[in-house]
């Protein structure tokens, strides 16, 4: 059985976040076959093209830490029905300099949780946009929770079966979609420096 490498960003910089729970119970009852890594977002600077020429370490780990993953997986809550701006920012630090695009080709997906009734759905719209332009190939199946501290314990383990067995299989398409999707890759992304399309 191969094994994949998931790099996965906690869009909420709050020490106590709800999606940070639940990107726990999600590495809980995730496939064998699916290493997680989180990709720290706290302390990069607001992205400028000024650093372009010479990107501060902060921004050249990220960039290594997308780089080496095999699929990303974004958690992330929704701030006023948009993308939290710490994750965007992130984002932006991943995709740059032009040419040098380091989601592109990267199997992703999107969950998040929310004490509300539409669970992230906004912000995993507008997600899906940005990843799009990304050359991101995105996994499909909606993951919006309605968060209830109930069905989590201390140590992240989602105890409450219905949430449990959704998540699970969740993860488990997940993972069949990293592996089509890294059967199926090819070079040539947008963002490419020079791409020899007659040699295609």
Known sequence: MATYK???FVGSLATSSINRTLSKAVIKLSPPELEFTEIPIKDLPLYSWDYD???PPEGRALKEAIEASDGILFVSPEYNRSIPGALKNAIDWGSRPWGENSFARKPTAIIGT???GIGTAVM???MRSVLSFLDAPQF???GYITFNAEAYNDDGECTDESTAAFLRHYMSEYAAFVERVLVANAPGH???AEVDYARK
Do not use: K, R, V
């Open 6 to 8: 998931i790099g996965y």
């Open 53 to 55: 020429s010479n990107y």
């Open 114 to 116: 929310s004490p509300g």
């Open 124 to 126: 995993q719209a507008n």
């Open 140 to 142: 499909n199946s909606e």
């Open 190 to 192: 947008i963002g490419d």
